[in-house]
């Protein structure tokens, strides 16, 4: 159909013509109310959006000579980062001279992996970026899932014991 027929359909009909698909011999046009239309894309899109997780990235910095009280404490917080579905970054910084000894940075960071392996799968291995050793975790939904149930069982066993 031409274009001016096409346009003087629309017109008599009170609609507008929108070109669908621009880039194909023939061009794809539609007669429909431009305005309804635009309405609908719009609540779509804003459903989408809506619906979409956002991921946040938790850092979590130790230091090469940290003492074992503190990595437990922030160890508990990477579990619950990732309890909560965070994406996390544990990171080893190295000041000065502990840059000479990245073995000391390498056995902490496998001490913190090896406490989060039960919630948790390694998304990238430990490696040195710069003067930081760093790894990122993510949570393992069907590892939390078992914990979890594991979890729920004992607390009604001891419920009932009571």
Known sequence: MSNNDALGLAFSKGLDLVE????????????????????????KDKLAKKNQSVVQVKEIRFNANTDTHDIEFKTKHLRQFLLDGHKVKASVIYKGRMITHPEIG????????????????IEMKPKMEGKMLITYLVPDKSKIASLTSKQQVTFEKTENTK
């Open 20 to 43: 669908i698909s621009p880039k194909s011999k023939p061009p794809v046009c539609k007669i429909i109310d431009f305005g309804k239309y635009n309405y609908e894309k719009q609540k």
């Open 106 to 121: 390498e056995k902490l960071l496998a001490e913190v992996l090896d406490k989060l392996k039960d919630i948790s799968k």
